[in-house]
């Protein structure tokens, strides 16, 4: 592989932009990736702002917790629940019902501030 602009030089990397060889007259480093020198510099550079926005975006943390706070909460509600109406009828096993559920509505509530965190 050559450079685009010198034929007679080896290319040292591809500019992240527009894909062709750049020797080390022609590169130009932006956010850690080469560009044309003078030529896609400012490409780049919204080209990686842009990934990074994508990145942000693709990981959702935010909403997962959320997710994770509803799941939690509601399962954890009916296993309270129904530990707590069963409690006269099935003794220490409506206490494990109960203590699940109590285990889960922890969960959700940890999910919760967690999900605030990320919330911006
Ligand atoms: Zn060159
Ligand atoms: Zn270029």
Known sequence: MV????????????CKYCQRGLCCDCA????DCLACKNR????????????QKNILQ?????S?????TIFYGVVG??????GASQ???LGLQAVIYLMIGLALLWAAAANYIESRRYKK
């Open 28 to 31: 130009a480093v932006v956010d």
């Open 3 to 14: 450079c685009y602009y010198h034929s007679d030089k080896p290319a040292l990397g591809l």
């Open 77 to 82: 509600i009916l296993f309270a629940a129904f």
């Open 40 to 51: 896609h510099e400012e490409q780049v550079h919204a080209l990686e702002l842009l990934m």
């Open 64 to 68: 997962d917790y959320t997710r994770n």
């Open 87 to 89: 409690l006269e009828f």
């Open 58 to 62: 693709s990981k959702r943390v935010g």
